[in-house]
Structures are given as C-alpha cells and as structure tokens.
C-alpha cells in the first residue's frame, strides 16, 4: 500500500493537539494497515523517525434513523498513536 493509502487524515482534537508537544501524532489509518507499514508511510511522507507506534481499532456506534424504524451504523476505524524520535516535527500541525 501506498503511504496516501495507509494514512487517511489526521485527528484534530484537544487530546491530540496535547501529545503534540510530546512528539506524538494521532492519524486515522486504512484498517488492514500493520504497524510497519503505518512507520513506514510516516516516515516517507513526513521525512521523520518514528520511534513507536500503538495502534486501536474503534467500533462504530448503531445510529437510529429518526424517520424510520431502521438502524444504521457508522464505519469502524483504525487509529494510530505515532510517537517521532527526538526533537522530529510534523511541520503540517505547527504551522
């Protein structure tokens, strides 16, 4: 898989933003990607080193249709806890 593939977008949110200033960056990724070839997709998309990456599958909640009698449901997701080596940057978050 391609890096555009393995890495679907970052997650912005307080948390995140947190871990930011530790190093670490959260992406939401493909869900067949391993922890390989999420460090390897890090690395040549953002020119960093990555130290660790822990990864968590998340289930998607049941959504009721208000109109209907029916339930939906939103898509699982993968998502990758990325921590860089030393004083590594994302420049696409710091500016």
């Known amino acids: 898989m391609s890096e555009r593939q393995v890495l679907l977008r970052p997650i912005v949110s307080e948390k995140s933003y947190?871990?930011?200033?530790?190093?670490?960056?959260?992406?939401v990724v493909d869900t067949?990607?391993?922890k390989i070839e999420?460090?390897?997709a890090v690395e040549?998309?953002?020119?960093?080193?990555?130290?660790?990456?822990?990864?968590?599958?998340?289930?998607?909640?049941?959504?009721r249709q208000r109109r209907l009698a029916t339930y939906g449901k939103r898509p699982d997701t993968k998502r990758a806890v990325v921590r860089l080596v030393g004083d590594d940057r994302i420049e696409l978050f710091e500016g």
């Open 44 to 63: 040549s998309a953002f020119g960093v080193r990555v130290a660790s990456v822990n990864t968590m599958n998340r289930k998607g909640k049941r959504k």
């Open 18 to 27: 947190a871990l930011m200033d530790d190093g670490t960056y959260v992406f």
């Open 32 to 34: 067949a990607a391993n």
């Open 38 to 40: 999420i460090r390897e």
